[in-house]
């Protein structure tokens, strides 16, 4: 059973949004850092979103979704959020929340990450 699960994906027209959601019973996310990972078919696994530990503030983003998307987290909650706006086909992919429990940070590498979602997957449409 993955530690993490994500929620908030869908079909959604170009231009559109959505916000995915990360929650757990099982961990306290403040001490973690968390990041949004992608995977579209035939292709690796990407980075999208980091944010580190502790409501710091800091964030990493890939070039493309720049701008565009945002990572937030709300250790209250225990929860991590992603914001997606004007979306494009090419943003379509299986989207993973993951945690990251070491140090230091290395916000886009996947195998620094110890716990995984089993991802929610985004559509869209042209």
């Known amino acids: 059973q993955a530690e993490l699960v994500e929620s908030g994906g869908g079909l959604v027209q170009v231009g559109g949004s959505l916000t995915l959601s990360c929650a757990t019973s099982?961990?306290?996310?403040?001490?973690?850092?968390m990041a949004w990972f992608r995977q579209a078919p035939g292709k690796e696994r990407e980075p999208v979103a980091a944010i580190i530990h502790r409501n710091t503030g800091v964030t990493s983003y890939v070039d493309s979704v720049k701008g565009r998307f945002t990572i937030s987290r709300d250790d209250a909650k225990n929860t991590v959020s992603l914001e997606m706006n004007s979306l494009k086909p090419e943003d379509t992919a299986i989207y993973y929340c993951a945690a990251d429990g070491g140090e230091p940070w290395f916000p886009k590498t996947a195998t620094k990450y110890d716990h995984w979602g089993q991802g929610t997957q985004v559509t869209v449409s042209s």
């Open positions: 099982r961990l306290r996310l403040e001490n973690y850092h």
